[in-house]
């Protein structure tokens, strides 16, 4: 069983508001991913860690936000959400490169009104 | 075009019967991945193949490089197997990270 998790699951804030999506791995995997998902559709990578201090913005453009300040812990922020954000996002860690398994959290399903 | 072409994108299935999910893609790839993904949105990374064969349970996974095609196959299907099921293979960022190309997902539905 995989051992990353993001809170919360589900989300419903105005439009206007701060929000910080978590997402936290106990496996000591440097490389961390934040992917955004649309209903019926792929996932778009948005942002990506390779290690601490180490964050990079993914080929899907995105108005939020990340940090890798340790190993374990890499959250995602929108400083004014708006309905356009309205997503599902997903979090995922791998101990190695695109040929090492990728673990991936439950996911956020994110509303914005 | 999708780098990643998924087929079906939706399948029906009565429980028992032998399922086959295609993928194919267009970009060089350092190995494939098959994910599985519940209706309550987690994803479960079911195979990571870059040559031939893997088999785990009910579920076995084909690669051939040539053709640049995967097929998923889930024999004595369940309606426990409902799921959308994607494919995914490594590609490469326009910064010339690595990263992973998703294909738009299989829905499959597993009627007892």
């Known amino acids: 069983e995989a051992d990353i998790y993001q809170t919360p699951r589900y989300l419903v804030i105005g439009t206007g508001k701060k929000i910080t999506l978590e997402c936290s791995q106990t496996m000591g995997h440097d490389k961390m991913y934040w992917y955004q998902q649309d209903p019926g559709m792929e996932l778009h990578l948005i942002h990506y860690?390779?290690?601490?201090?180490?964050?990079e913005k993914g080929d899907l453009s995105s108005e939020s936000t990340v940090s890798r300040i340790r190993t374990e812990h890499f959250p995602l922020t929108l400083e004014s959400a708006r309905p356009s954000h309205t997503s599902q996002y997903l979090c995922a860690s791998s101990y190695g490169g695109m040929n090492t398994e990728a673990f991936f959290g439950q996911g956020t399903r994110l509303t914005v009104v | 075009k999708n780098e990643v072409e998924q087929s079906p994108q939706n399948l029906t299935a009565q429980e028992g019967e032998f399922i086959t999910i295609n993928c194919s893609y267009s970009v060089g790839i350092s190995a494939l991945h098959w994910l599985q993904q519940h209706p309550g949105g987690g994803i479960v990374s079911l195979f990571m193949l870059s040559s031939g064969k893997k088999k785990h349970g009910r579920l076995i996974a084909t690669i051939n490089i040539q053709e640049k095609h995967s097929s998923l196959h889930i024999t004595a299907s369940h309606p426990r197997d409902s799921a959308v099921y994607i494919c995914?293979?490594?590609?490469?960022?326009?910064?010339?990270?690595?990263?992973?190309?998703f294909g738009k997902g299989t829905k499959l539905t597993v009627n007892p």
């Open positions: 860690s390779y290690g601490v201090n180490s964050t």
């Open positions: 995914a293979v490594g590609g490469i960022t326009q910064g010339g990270s690595e990263k992973l190309v």
